[in-house]
């Protein structure tokens, strides 16, 4: 079943803009679990970086520096894109809060479009997460 939408036009400047309100409930609270996944996976990476530090001071050959430097770069990028991912979500509950606040309950339906967005950049990071710790998990087995 469709949301169904409140719909308010402005002028502004001889312009009209058209705004279309849903209620919160439509838009959902996402975003707190999103935050706890970010943490977690952000808790695995510093654990899984301790295990890789472990396998360079045991293992000094090229091909193993290699795999090292390799897994260094893809943990430092993806606590980047963790901190990129919390900073967007805390904007979004930001822009959620004053909303709610300023349309007793509902929000513009363009945070729907964002949610969705947001919803898809966390499956690709959860997806590319499972990838790099797949290879990660053959590498240990090939260098422990």
């Known amino acids: 079943m469709p949301a169904q939408a409140s719909t308010f036009v402005l002028s502004i400047k001889n312009q009209k803009h058209i705004m279309s309100y849903t209620q919160m409930s439509k838009v959902g609270n996402r975003y707190q679990s999103w935050m706890k996944a970010l943490s977690f996976y952000s808790e695995d990476i510093d654990i899984l970086e301790d295990r890789l530090a472990e396998v360079g001071t045991k293992n000094t050959g090229s091909e193993a520096e290699e795999g090292v430097e390799k897994f260094q770069d893809l943990f430092v990028s993806s606590q980047q894109r963790i901190y990129v991912l919390k900073q967007k979500i805390e904007r979004f509950a930001h822009d959620l809060k004053i909303e709610v606040e300023k349309h007793a309950g509902h929000v ?13 950049a966390m499956d690709e990071f959860e997806t590319e997460i499972a990838t790099i710790r797949r290879e990660f998990n053959q590498f240990l087995a090939k260098w422990m």
Request: negative net charge; charged residues 30%; without cysteine.
């Open 108 to 120: 513009d339906t363009n945070h729907i479009f964002e949610r969705n967005e947001l919803q898809n």
